[in-house]
């Protein structure tokens, strides 16, 4: 959620500032801006509301130069997506770019009108600026300026300053939001997360919560919440890795599904050596009497599978928690028990609450992400990664089945350690997980039959899909990214609920998605798809060829699944789930990658 990139370089930085925001736009964004200070020392900057095209034409009639800049694409939180409120924010001598929120900017909003300062936008970043420059007003210099406002400010936020007349200083603070350094040669380098640097630098440096750093072009000197001047490692990241292509696909979102087997096999490899589960020291589950997971939109639905597996397999109770609301019910947590969170960022401020608030309460803490340096994977007894590589939609695909993956991994590597399977039943499940990517190349197929159920679904208002078992977490999955992507109303239910209610909703204007492989949940969820028939709802089946076979007459359309994969088919039915919301969204001509109102790492509460 929103961007920032600074560079203090040795070239014209706004053509580098506007590339790398580029790169960041798979955050989300409403509008962007970009601030210099030129070889004279004066601070300007240009502002575009949109897409990066519109700020890009205005620096081509609106030329900035300068070798020291900030850049930002905004997701509006305070204020509506104007010009007036995009980043940067600038107030005489000051430009800031800021994500996340800053909760006391109406107390200090209110102070400065006292002092007969008054703010031009809606934000809460403006703050930020006209505090800074109050106190340089004062006789403060830029560094005093900047920390005399970093100990004014509560909330979440990661922060850049630039200054008029400093063409060779950048201030950051990071307070709950990414925010990571680059280190160049004779240059420096901010940003929001490593893709933003890739081109820049492979050297990162990551603050840490309440670090502020004071960066010139011969290096970066980082204190501690406390004010102590400290040293942060350095780490190499591998740039290729980094690297954003669509690889010739029209869309990234459907580059990053046809992914899926490869990344899916590479996690495989990562944790299972033959028939031998591989995990980090400390992953026993004899003595856990519960597991919590935690996780936000897609994440938390991988959760929501995995408890499933966790409770069928390991016999082990499961608790599945939004991270919105876990630590405002304030939940008793067992000294005995585990807490998983999931999180492809690693940085989903909700989820990251959550894990700070069950650390002092749980015997072991987990983080599954995707970005091995994020905040959960540092703040977590135990990080593992998903091995999803890089994820430019907002829409997950790829980033979900790995999370699945990794909970499977997990599930079973529980019912081993506490004695509801033994070596050949884990060997059996784990052949299952292994035929996963296999079928999913064959799932891949389906492309094609998808775009062609997609001309009927983008005409509906209202889309209803049903599942049982842990195909009802991928029921909600379909309708969430449904809804992501195409805009169409979409709800995902449990098959056996249909009549407690959303019956209601059946005519012959509603399609019903119905998943239902041919498995031992197969005739109830058959005889609650007939339930939607008789009231002349049309059915879109999903089924593998003897569900088809058996079940199939009398509904409209119909997708022929493979079959196998045991208990682990939820993690081959999200293939058709993408597809389709994938192509109903080409239907409708929405923007799939970047769907509008969303961002794909969501850093403020």
């Known amino acids: 959620m929103c961007g920032i990139i600074g560079i203090l370089g040795s070239h014209e930085v706004s053509p580098q500032l506007v590339d790398a925001l580029r790169r960041l736009e798979y955050r989300g964004y409403d509008s962007a801006g970009v601030a210099t200070v030129d070889s004279s020392g004066r601070l300007d900057r240009r502002r575009a509301v949109g897409k990066l095209v519109n700020l890009s034409d205005r620096l081509v009639h609106e030329p900035l130069p300068g070798h020291i800049g900030i850049g930002?694409?905004?997701?509006?939180?305070?204020?509506?997506?104007?010009?007036?409120?995009?980043?940067?924010h600038q107030s005489g001598p000051v430009a800031v770019v800021h994500n996340g929120i800053i909760e006391n900017f109406r107390e200090l909003r209110d102070e400065l009108e006292t002092l007969g300062i008054h703010a031009q936008s809606q934000t809460d970043t403006e703050t930020v600026a006209l505090w800074a420059a109050h106190y340089m007003a004062g006789g403060a210099s830029p560094v005093d300026a900047a920390r005399r406002t970093l100990a004014r400010l509560k909330g979440a936020f990661a922060l850049a300053f630039i200054f008029d007349g400093q063409p060779d200083l950048m201030i950051a603070a990071r307070k709950g939001s990414p925010l990571a350094i680059g280190h160049g040669d004779g240059e420096m380098f901010l940003g929001s997360d490593a893709v933003a640097l890739a081109p820049f630098t492979d050297r990162i440096t990551y603050l840490d919560d309440g670090d502020h750093a004071i960066l010139t072009r011969s290096g970066v000197q980082v204190f501690d919440a406390d004010g102590n001047q400290t040293h942060r490692t350095e780490a190499r990241i591998d740039a290729g890795a980094a690297t954003i292509d669509k690889g010739g696909y029209r869309h990234f979102m459907a580059k990053e599904i046809a992914e899926q087997p490869v990344v899916m096999g590479d996690v495989l490899n990562h944790y299972v050596k033959g028939d031998r589960i591989v995990l980090p020291d400390?992953?026993?589950?004899?003595?856990?009497?519960?597991?919590?997971?935690?996780?936000?939109?897609?994440?938390?639905?991988?959760?929501?599978?995995?408890?499933?597996?966790f409770e069928q397999l390991a016999g082990l109770p499961c608790d599945i928690d939004v991270a919105s609301e876990f630590r405002y019910r304030e939940p008793p947590l067992s000294p005995t028990s585990w807490f998983i969170a999931v999180s492809q960022s690693g940085e989903t401020a909700d989820t990251l609450a959550a894990l700070h608030y069950a650390r002092n309460h749980v015997a072991r803490t987990v983080g599954l992400v995707n970005v091995g340096t994020s905040a959960i994977a540092r703040d977590s007894d135990i990080a593992l990664p998903t091995r999803a590589g890089i994820e430019v939609s907002v829409a997950s695909s790829k980033a979900f089945t790995c999370q699945l993956t990794v909970l499977a991994i997990l599930a079973l590597k529980a019912a081993h350690d506490r004695g509801r399977i033994d070596d050949a039943a884990l060997a059996a499940h784990l052949a299952d997980l292994r035929s996963i990517p296999g079928l999913m190349q064959q799932a891949l197929n389906l492309s094609d039959d998808c775009r062609a159920q997609s001309e009927w679904l983008s005409q509906a208002r209202d889309v209803l899909f049903l599942g049982r078992g842990a195909l009802y977490p991928v029921a909600l999955e379909g309708a969430l990214k449904l809804k992501e992507l195409s805009y169409i109303h979409a709800e995902g239910y449990a098959s056996g609920e249909l009549k407690h209610g959303p019956i209601a909703l059946i005519d012959r204007d509603v399609p019903v998605i119905v998943l239902a492989p041919h498995d031992a949940l197969f005739d109830k969820t058959v005889s609650n798809m007939q339930e939607v028939m008789a009231r002349h709802g049309p059915i879109l089946l999903l089924s593998d060829e003897a569900g088809l076979s058996s079940a199939s007459h009398g509904v409209q359309a119909t997708l022929r699944m493979p079959s196998g994969g045991g208990v682990f088919q939820p993690i081959l039915y999200a293939i058709p789930m993408q597809y389709l919301a994938y192509h109903t969204a080409v239907a409708k001509g929405t923007d799939v990658d970047q769907p509008r109102n969303l961002a794909k790492s969501v850093t403020v509460e």
Do not use: Q
């Not at 930002?72 to 940067?88: I, S, Y």
């Not at 400390?282 to 597996?309: E, P, Q």
């Open 72 to 88: 930002h694409t905004r997701w509006a939180t305070h204020g509506a997506a104007t010009e007036v409120n995009a980043h940067p």
């Open 282 to 309: 400390g992953m026993d589950f004899n003595g856990v009497d519960r597991i919590s997971l935690v996780g936000c939109g897609t994440a938390h639905l991988a959760g929501h599978v995995a408890k499933y597996w």
